[in-house]
């Protein structure tokens, strides 16, 4: 179901919310102090403002009050005092509310503000990337937050027979070969490993850099 969604902050954790909203097809309001981070996403967005949160609360009330948002993120992790003058005007409205938090202690005080969901990005993203690295269950994709992704992938005609080293995937394409299976046994590949028709890969980059990624892969 489509969405109307406030996004505040427009760093690069915002942005990657901003970027999965809209590959989804919702619908993007953002706000942001800084002019050009807004304009870096204006593709992506219904409309944008240029606004303080912390200084110019009213203007906030007065932007959440005109329109009918279904869910709101506050992406403010430097910015604490704003977070809670954002969290709290949302509330007010009624607006379902995800909140970034730098740590546990103001995770919790946002949750006593009526967060409805607190998220770590930092934290959340190596916790989810420990668990792909340490289990054997086949993944088809993660999406991690800040646009990045794990995906598993088979070694395709345009890698086979190439080492690590060789393939050189983190300079060529942004992307990290993390495991590769060999006869369903993991191994944690080195610059020696030899990539071999077969072989399943656990990748991890940025997913706007994905597509050219698979095509080198399966080129033949």
Do not use: C
């Not at 999965?20 to 993007?28: A, N, S, T, V």
């Not at 005007?89 to 005080?109: E, F, T």
């Not at 027979?161 to 300079?171: D, M, Q, Y």
Request: proline share 3%.
């Amino acid at each position: 179901m489509k969405k109307s969604v406030l996004v505040i902050g427009v760093g690069r954790f915002g942005r990657g919310v901003i970027e999965g909203l809209y590959e989804r097809g919702h619908d993007i309001f953002a706000i942001d102090q800084n002019e050009e981070a807004l304009d870096d996403v204006r593709d992506m967005i219904i409309s944008g403002a240029i606004l303080d949160v912390g200084e110019d609360d009213e203007e906030l009330a007065r932007v959440v009050g005109d329109k009918n948002f279904d869910e709101a993120v506050v992406a403010m992790g430097a910015d604490f005092e704003g977070a809670l003058i954002a969290t709290n005007i949302l509330k007010d409205a009624g607006v379902n509310v995800s909140v970034k938090a730098p740590n546990l202690r103001r995770g919790n005080v946002l949750k006593k503000m009526g967060a409805d969901r607190v998220v770590f990005p930092e934290r959340d993203m190596g916790r989810r990337l420990a668990h792909v690295i340490s289990t054997e269950a086949e993944i088809e994709m993660l999406e991690l937050p800040q646009g990045f992704i794990i995906e598993q992938l088979e070694v395709g005609p345009g890698f086979t027979g190439k080492t690590i080293e060789k393939l050189n995937a983190s300079n060529r394409f942004g992307f990290w070969i993390l495991l590769v299976y060999k006869d369903g046994e993991p191994i944690q590949p080195t610059a020696t490993t030899r990539l071999n028709k077969g072989d399943i890969m656990v990748v991890f980059g940025k997913k706007t850099k994905l597509n050219k990624f698979e095509k080198a892969n399966f080129k033949k």
